[in-house]
């Protein structure tokens, strides 16, 4: 099987798994206690005609099923409706709010890989020396640490004390310099875990590769000790980190409802969060089904890594 | 001169247990263009003095003595980039699993290719036109497009030919073939065999063949090393060792072959284990296993002698076609004599299929 031929297949079995996720997502408004309509309304007072008219506006005076497909045609073109709490179109609220948390992620991730690979390498090639004793400890602490926890103590020594950063982002577009470097701390923050784990990740795997039969054989053919492991060996060892970091990707979007907060950073975790505590449903629901479409969407593509990185992987099933 | 000169290699691995002498004062040399055998049980240490040869020991293994001359120049005092030029171009290896040898990620064109660009100064397109042209050579058909292919795309003997091309690829004066048919089937043993025998002609290349089947080795090898237990108990042609096997764990060693066919003290299967690296008998290191021990085999360790004369020999000093052994019996030491017939049954020699 070529490459192509396995993404084709990894994408149509990735529908049903999206379709399954619009469902749960669009029984979060019957799940809630109360009147559907109610959750609609954002839990406010109104006449019983107002009631009505919104019922047959939301289509909720229809069958369950009736409703989902109605719902899934809105969402499929981003369109979920006004926030009953605020009066804005929640399409464009996330429009506008989407980018940060990408960024922001986006930033964490290449700093985990950037961090977390060379840490790895290292550690796994000078077993049990100080580089590897310092890495363990290293990764150990960064793992230990919660986020929100060491956003704070970053903000509070490098933001408040030394006044190196903003303590809120600056009031400028999103990729401006200012915002770039306000961006530096959430990142460490929501990234040293993930490259704590990379790196341990990636020295066990790489410890088991480097006994394999075909590190010698490429010793034997006179490749460079650096070939040798930055080819041959670590192709082979970031297999098993790809598959955990399908993983981490979660672990990144939860990590950014806390450390958005810490940051006042604008993305998807804070409108999260302030939509559930004010009972917005439209925009829970909206941000809901973003967010779980983003984690299939990423673990299709560490499906694809996968298989780039594997071409054993390719002929499977 | 010859082209490779082992001078008491001793090799050592420092485990949890001990230390383990896996190679013990072996000694030997290969001449341009000489196939030799490294015979033995697994364990005996023939793996890892291949492995010494390329500079290829790593922990908890170490050289501790000796010298490994290739060309006159001691292996064992390169530095790590003379070592790497020496590695795949002038001395190279077959492994003995191809499957676990090939790297499963990159494709076999690959892997060949970069063997080439290693050592010589070609292009990319030089270097894969050369590597299409190896494939060829070694069996694989419409090399051409399997060029791009993946080790698991190919079955295990075709794997195997992708490894000799790959060892070939530089024209490597000395080919160590470590086990290269044990993973195989039968069949495809035989195949494999006679494809390296077409080769190593065509390039005249030495070879260190390294197995524990003295009928795999008989037809393709000039002279035999038999190994024990880290040490080497007999040196011979073939065709010696084979109508004269002159110590006894030779003897057990090719009673396992068909073809020997004498029923009195015919030993079918060498009894007893491999000795204990860590604690290794006391005198001769097969005194346990060995039918014809005495009591001065338990406390005296006998030296390599030429069997003719009796008289001591180190392997690099003796003729190399001397026929050496180090049994208690060609130091006049034993009282009853080895008493074993060797009956060479029939005129077949059909000797590829024995097991
Ligand atoms: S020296 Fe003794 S024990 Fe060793 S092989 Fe000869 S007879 Fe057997």
Not at chain 1, 179 to 200: C, D, K
Not at chain 1, 256 to 264: D, G, I, L, T, Y
Not at chain 2, 192 to 211: D, G, K, N, R
Not at chain 2, 224 to 251: C, F, I, M, N, W
Request: hydrophobic share 45%; charged share 25%; proline share 6%.
């Amino acid at each position: 099987m070529t490459l192509a031929t396995y993404v084709r297949k990894r994408v149509l079995v990735s529908i049903p798994v999206l379709l399954g996720v619009t469902a749960l997502t669009f029984s979060l408004l019957h799940l809630t206690p109360g009147d559907p309509v109610d959750a609609v309304l954002g839990f406010q007072e109104v006449d019983p005609d107002v009631r009505e008219s919104l019922k047959a506006e939301y289509n909720l005076d229809r069958p369950v099923w009736e409703q989902y497909l109605f719902w899934l045609r809105d969402a499929l073109v981003l369109e979920f409706g006004r926030s009953p709490i605020t009066g804005r179109d929640v399409g464009a609220t996330i429009a506008d709010r989407l980018p940060y948390t990408l960024v922001l992620g986006g930033a964490a991730w290449l700093c985990s890989l950037l961090i977390g690979i060379p840490a790895g390498v290292v550690a796994a090639v000078k077993r049990g020396e100080p580089a590897d004793e310092v890495s363990r400890i290293a990764a150990l602490a960064g793992i230990a640490t919660p986020n929100f926890w060491l956003g704070l103590v970053l903000l509070f020594v490098f933001s408040v004390r030394l006044g190196w950063f903003r303590v809120i982002p600056p009031d400028a577009p999103l990729l401006s310099p200012a915002t770039l470097r306000f961006l530096i701390l959430p990142t460490i923050t929501l990234g040293t875990a993930s490259a704590a784990l990379v790196a341990r990740l990636l020295r066990s795997s790489m410890l088991r590769e480097l006994n394999a039969s075909y590190v010698r054989t490429a010793r034997a053919k006179g490749l460079p000790e650096r070939t040798v492991i930055c080819k041959h060996v670590l192709r082979n060892s970031l297999i098993a980190v790809v598959t955990v970091a399908g993983l981490q990707l979660t672990l990144l979007v939860d990590g950014a409802v806390v450390v958005e907060q810490v940051f006042s950073w604008p993305g998807m975790g804070r409108l999260l969060v302030g939509a559930i505590g004010q009972r917005d449903l439209p925009t829970v629901q909206a941000t809901v089904l973003v967010v779980a479409v983003s984690v299939v969407l990423a673990n299709l593509l560490v499906d694809i890594a996968y298989a780039v990185l594997d071409p054993r992987i390719r002929d499977e099933r | 001169m010859a082209l490779l000169e082992v001078e008491d290699l001793v090799v050592q691995f420092y485990t949890e247990d001990g230390v383990v002498r896996a190679v013990d004062g072996i000694s030997y040399e290969i001449e341009r263009g000489e196939h030799l055998a490294l015979v033995g049980e697994s364990g005996a240490g023939k793996t890892v003095t291949s492995l010494a040869l390329l500079g290829l020991i790593e922990d908890p293994g170490e050289i501790v003595g000796g010298e490994i001359r290739f060309r006159g120049r001691n292996i064992l005092e390169c530095s790590d980039s003379e070592l790497r030029s020496l590695r795949g171009n002038e001395i190279a290896m077959v492994f003995q699993d191809p499957e676990t040898a090939l790297n499963p990620v990159y494709s076999v064109g690959e892997q060949i290719a970069e063997a080439i660009r290693a050592h010589r100064d070609v292009t990319d397109e030089q270097a894969r036109r050369r590597t299409v042209e190896l494939l060829e050579r070694v069996g694989v058909s419409d090399a051409e497009h399997r060029y791009a292919d993946y080790p698991h795309e190919f079955s295990g003997g075709q794997q195997q030919r992708i490894v000799i091309a790959m060892a070939l690829s530089c024209e490597p004066d000395l080919l160590i073939c470590d086990e290269p048919t044990t993973a195989l089937d039968v069949t495809v043993e035989a195949q494999i065999l006679e494809l390296l025998e077409e080769l190593v002609e065509e390039f005249e290349t030495a070879i260190q063949f390294v197995s524990h089947d003295l009928g795999v080795v008989a037809e393709r090898c000039d002279r035999v090393l038999v190994v024990y237990a880290g040490q080497v108990v007999e040196r011979a042609s073939v065709d010696d060792l084979y109508y004269d096997p002159k110590h006894p764990y030779t003897v057990g060693l090719m009673a396992s072959i068909p073809r020997l066919g004498a029923d009195r003290d015919r030993l079918p299967t060498i009894p007893g284990a491999a000795p204990d690296l860590i604690d290794p008998p006391t005198g001769c290191r097969f005194h346990p296993r060995c039918p014809y021990a005495e009591s001065c085999c338990a406390t005296r360790e006998p030296s390599l002698v030429d069997a003719e004369t009796g008289t001591t020999a180190t392997p690099l000093e003796a003729a190399p076609t001397a026929h050496l052994a180090a049994c208690h019996e060609y130091t006049g030491a034993l009282e009853d004599g080895l008493d074993y017939d060797v009956v060479v049954s029939g005129e077949d020699e059909g000797r590829g299929e024995s097991e």
